[in-house]
Every structure is written in structure tokens, then in C-alpha cells.
């Protein structure tokens, strides 16, 4: 049986990311994944924290594509929008093209070996200790491979973590469907802005990838998702251009392959290590996309557990892993759950309200102390600005 310091399973931003941190410790790295690459996977791709890439050595390498660098955001409701410069600049990078740069870096360390469409079917164990996996080939090929340590980064269905029985906490069922396609010619913005449309309880998003090339998204209510599936890329584009100003922009526009739909992800922690094993990335915590926070948060996480795992006491280290992680995650899970939860059909005067301050920021300045307040008493529900605060508090990290 051959045998590596850290197994890792699944090969895309969670588990590469992982191996080139390990690397560079001078740990020896076998990255298993099922699929092959370069190849895409279902997932918009909003990036905000771009020192992760930076730090792994491949920022360069993921804009040189032509990303633009979206420096703006703007959230509607209704016809009104408020608008401002974000913390830092964001980009919008195609997941075939991300995780195959992470990949290839990975791959370009001399202890790092990779293993494409290979699938992890179950783990070697020795007594409660995880010795190591097993994988079939697409010829059908079955091997035993051994490691210290295996890591799961196979993503929200993880194998591993149903391997190993991990426990999951902080559970809510997948709240919201998601559909999304890539858009040729809508007329742009002055500057790349990020585009947020708070309407009808439902969440657009405008993402400006490369010049011409757009990702449009929607968070639709779990009703809605059937009927759309059915002509996807119709109900998709008409409803979209219920958007301000979006008839208008989309009419050149033309979609790029298809509308992906899902119905909707799912929302928990997992416990995070145990003997010889750990999780990272959606395989240790998965929650609603409408906060665009996953590929940051399992980058958040490679870095955490390639410090644990070069540490001498690996035991307390995989300990404070699990604390800290759970730490830096859990307020951005909160918001985001609470964000799902509180959208809806926006009152006519929450709307009348909305646009009075968006077309008079000083109104602001009278009504923010006493808009919780108010807007609880009228609806009894979450303050209107709610969700367009979030998305602007999430640029600011964690703390
Ligand atoms: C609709 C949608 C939109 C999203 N939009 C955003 C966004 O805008 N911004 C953002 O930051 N996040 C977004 N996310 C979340 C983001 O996609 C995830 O958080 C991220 O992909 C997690 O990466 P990962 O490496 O942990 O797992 P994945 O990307 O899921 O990778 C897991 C890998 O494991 C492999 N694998 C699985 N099982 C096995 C096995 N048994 N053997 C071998 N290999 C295996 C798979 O082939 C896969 O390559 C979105 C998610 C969805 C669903």
C-alpha cells in the first residue's frame, strides 16, 4: 500500500487550496477527486476576500481570463437603489477556470499527487482510526491507499463525513432554489458594479464577470421552482427583466449554454476531525448561497487546518481548529439564515419608504435610530433594510 502524510478527497477549492498549504510545509499530498478537470460545478462564483488567492500564489494566474474588478454595489428595491464603493475589489472567476489554476499550482509542487476521476468508496480503518481510502478507477480498478491524514473537501454530500458519522449541528433545511446562467450583452453599468434586486421576497444578482459577459442569478421562493425548471431559460429571462431598468438592458442580451437550477443547499455544521480524519470546505459546513460567502469560507478553512495539521500537539490543534472555525463561521451562517428568512413581498410603505430615503440620504439620518423599531411594529417582521445591510456588512469579514 503506498502511503502519504494527508489524503485529501475532492480536488476543487477546498481540497487544492488544502494541498498547496500542505506543500509548502513539506508534506507529502495525494488529491483525489472523482471528477476530471478542468470542469465546472455548480456554482456561481462571487468572490470577495482575493487576498486567499493572493496568498496561494494565484491571483495573477485567476484574472489573467480579463476578470473585471468590481469596485461598486448597488441593492434595489423596487425602482430605488442606494449604491456605494466596497472595502476591496471582487471577482466574478468561472469555477472551471478557478479550481483548475488552484489544481495546477497544487500539482506543481514535487510532493503533490493527483488522482482525476478516481472515486473514494470507502476508508481504511484500523480499529476507530482512519488509516486511510479506497478507490475505484473508471476501469473499474479498486486500490488501497494509506495516510496519516485523510481529509474530506468532497463538498455538501460529503462521503467522508458520512464515513466517518460525523455529527451535524446547527441544521436548517435547504431554504431557497437557486437559478443562474451566464449573459452575453446586457448593457453594463458605467463602472462593474455587483447588482442586488430585493423584489417580491426573491434575490437577483447581477455579477459582472469578464467585458460583455455577465452571471444572472435568482433566489426564487421553493414554490416557484417546478414550473420555472420547465422552460427554464424563458421564465428565467422574463422574470429577471421585472428587475429595474432590465428589460431595457437585456435587450441585446443572449444567453450563454443553459439556466442551472437547484433547489436549494443544505444549511449545517459538521463536526469537524476526529481520529486521523478531518472535514473542510461544504463537507464540514454548507449553507444558502444568497451571502456568497462559500469559496471564501473554504479558503478561511485550508488555512485553519493546514496550521493545525503542522502542529505538534495535533490533538488540542484540531481542537482550536474546530473552535475557531465554528467561531468565524457562525455569524455569517446566522445572517445568512436570517436574511433568507426575513425575505419577502415588500408593504407599499416599506417600498414608499425605501425610496424616500434612497432619493434623500438625509432622511436617513431622522429615521435609521427608529427603524427597527418602527418597521417591527407595522409588520411585526425584520426591519426592510435588512437584507441590503447584510450584504454590505459581509465585506467587512467576520469580526
Ligand atoms: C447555486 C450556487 C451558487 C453559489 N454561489 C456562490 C458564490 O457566488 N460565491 C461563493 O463564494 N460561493 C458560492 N456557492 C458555494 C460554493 O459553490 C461552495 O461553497 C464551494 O464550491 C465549496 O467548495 P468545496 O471545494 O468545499 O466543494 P466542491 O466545490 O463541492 O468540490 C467537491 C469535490 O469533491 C469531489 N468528490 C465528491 N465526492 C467524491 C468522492 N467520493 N470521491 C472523489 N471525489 C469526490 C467532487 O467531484 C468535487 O470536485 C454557491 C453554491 C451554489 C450551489
Known amino acids: ?9 475532492g480536488a476543487r477549492v477546498a481540497g487544492s487550496s488544502l494541498a498547496i498549504l500542505l506543500a509548502k510545509q513539506g508534506k507529502s499530498v495525494l488529491l483525489v477527486d472523482k471528477a476530471s478537470f478542468p470542469s465546472d460545478t455548480l456554482s456561481t462564483h462571487h468572490m470577495s476576500h482575493t487576498e486567499y488567492l493572493k496568498e496561494l500564489g494565484v491571483l495573477e494566474e485567476v484574472e489573467k481570463t480579463g476578470l473585471r474588478k468590481i469596485e461598486r454595489m448597488r441593492t434595489y428595491i423596487g425602482s430605488a437603489f442606494v449604491e456605494g464603493p466596497r472595502a476591496s475589489y471582487t471577482i466574478i472567476p468561472r469555477r472551471d477556470h478557478l479550481d483548475y489554476v488552484l489544481l495546477k499550482k497544487a500539482e506543481s509542487f514535487t510532493d503533490v499527487e493527483v488522482m482525476e476521476r478516481t472515486t473514494v468508496t470507502n476508508l481504511v ?18 486500490e488501497q491507499i494509506e495516510a496519516t491524514w ?3 473537501a468532497d463538498g455538501k454530500h460529503s462521503q467522508v463525513a458520512r ?32 447588482e442586488i434586486f430585493l423584489q417580491e421576497g426573491r434575490i437577483g444578482f447581477l455579477f459582472p464577470m469578464e467585458e460583455g459577459r455577465d452571471c444572472l442569478g435568482i433566489e426564487i421562493h421553493p414554490d416557484e421552482f417546478k414550473d420555472m425548471m420547465k422552460q427554464s431559460k424563458e421564465s428565467f429571462e422574463a422574470m429577471y427583466r421585472e428587475h429595474y431598468d432590465m428589460d431595457r438592458r437585456m435587450e441585446g442580451a443572449e444567453l450563454e449554454g443553459k439556466i442551472i437550477g437547484t433547489k436549494g443547499m443544505p444549511n449545517h455544521f459538521r463536526q469537524a476531525y476526529g481520529k486521523g480524519w478531518a472535514l473542510i470546505g461544504d463537507a464540514g459546513h454548507s449553507k444558502d448561497p444568497s451571502t456568497g460567502l462559500g469559496i471564501n469560507d473554504a479558503f478561511m478553512q485550508s488555512f485553519l487546518l493546514a496550521e493545525a495539521l503542522n502542529s505538534e500537539d495535533e490533538e488540542t490543534a484540531l481542537q482550536a481548529y474546530q473552535q475557531k472555525r465554528d467561531e468565524q463561521l457562525m455569524p455569517g451562517f446566522q445572517l445568512t439564515i436570517d436574511y433568507i428568512k426575513s425575505l419577502r413581498k415588500w408593504t407599499t410603505n416599506e417600498v414608499a419608504l425605501f425610496q424616500s430615503m434612497a432619493a434623500n440620504p438625509m432622511v436617513w439620518n431622522k429615521i435609521v435610530p427608529r427603524l427597527a423599531d418602527h418597521l417591527k411594529a407595522e409588520t411585526g417582521d425584520m426591519p426592510l433594510l435588512h437584507g441590503s445591510v447584510l450584504m454590505e456588512a459581509q465585506s467587512f469579514g467576520y469580526e
Open 150 to 152: 485523510v481529509v474530506g
Open 125 to 142: 480503518w484500523e480499529g476507530e482510526q482512519v488509516r486511510g481510502i479506497e478507490v475505484v478507477d473508471q476501469a473499474g480498478r479498486t
Open 163 to 194: 464515513f466517518v458519522e460525523a455529527a451535524e449541528y446547527e441544521t436548517h433545511e435547504p431554504l431557497r432554489p437557486v437559478l443562474y446562467g451566464y449573459f452575453k450583452g446586457i448593457e453594463p453599468l458605467s463602472k462593474p458594479t455587483t
Open 1 to 9: 500500500m503506498k502511503q502519504h502524510d494527508v489524503i485529501i478527497v
